[in-house]
């Protein structure tokens, strides 16, 4: 099935260390949202995303929808251990489609103490 | 304020078997969607039940089917399973025209 092109596919940084990862598609969103999983869990929703060019934030995380409704992007500021896991970003058609969301292949993150 | 409940937390059967998974949607939420993630990917959608019926469905076969009951909670039917139907099968609830979902921690289904 489709999915978004989500990079890079995994990162190890040090702790203390700023994170940047991005999500891109062919086709046009009119929700982002950005997700993150724990092993044996579900995802649980960082940030989520409605209009072209919105930035938002939640305590360390910014996430910005962009402009061309194409992409979306997730900084991580002065990374902790505990900010280690999968990250998706999953994009949504809204209209009659509102609960069709399709997930990137997610971004392994490794925070070394 | 219990969030998304699933059962069972695991669960293993037989090639050409058929199974049933249920969830409980968050409290107040009353749209329930079901995804489908296979080791190292991201979900992918399965179908939503919104007022006891299906209201979008994925690219999968009609062997998967799904039924919303009246207290929104919800179940998974698949049929004929494949080996390729091992995975863990994500239900998520939100209220309807909302896509910030609350996702519950899964079901694990190996198919052997």
């Known amino acids: ?113 | 304020d219990a969030g998304v409940t699933q059962s069972p937390t695991h669960l293993i059967k037989t090639r050409g078997q058929q199974v049933t998974l249920r969830c409980s949607p968050k409290s107040g939420h009353d749209t329930v969607s079901w995804y489908q993630q296979a080791l190292g990917q991201g979900p992918q959608f399965i179908f939503q039940y919104y007022e006891e019926e299906e209201r979008q469905r994925g690219n999968f076969p009609d062997r998967f089917s799904g039924h919303q009951f009246p207290n929104y909670s919800s179940e998974l039917n698949v049929n004929a399973l494949l080996l390729g139907d091992s995975a863990l099968y994500l239900c998520a609830s939100s209220w309807w025209t909302d896509s910030g979902y609350t996702f519950g921690s899964g079901t694990r289904l190996t198919v052997v």
């Open chain 1, 1 to 113: 099935g489709q999915q978004l092109n989500q990079s890079p596919q995994s990162m190890f940084i040090q702790e203390g260390e700023d994170v940047s990862m991005n999500c891109t598609s062919s086709s046009i969103f009119n929700t982002w949202l950005w997700y993150k999983q724990d092993p044996g869990e579900g995802p649980v929703l960082l940030i989520a995303l409605y209009k072209a060019g919105e930035l938002t934030s939640n305590g360390r995380l910014t996430a910005q929808f962009g402009i061309t409704r194409k992409d979306s992007f997730l900084n991580i500021s002065a990374s902790i251990p505990s900010d280690v896991g999968i990250y998706f970003c999953a994009g949504g058609a809204g209209g009659t489609s509102y609960g069709k969301l399709t997930f990137g292949q997610g971004t392994i993150l490794t925070v070394h103490p």
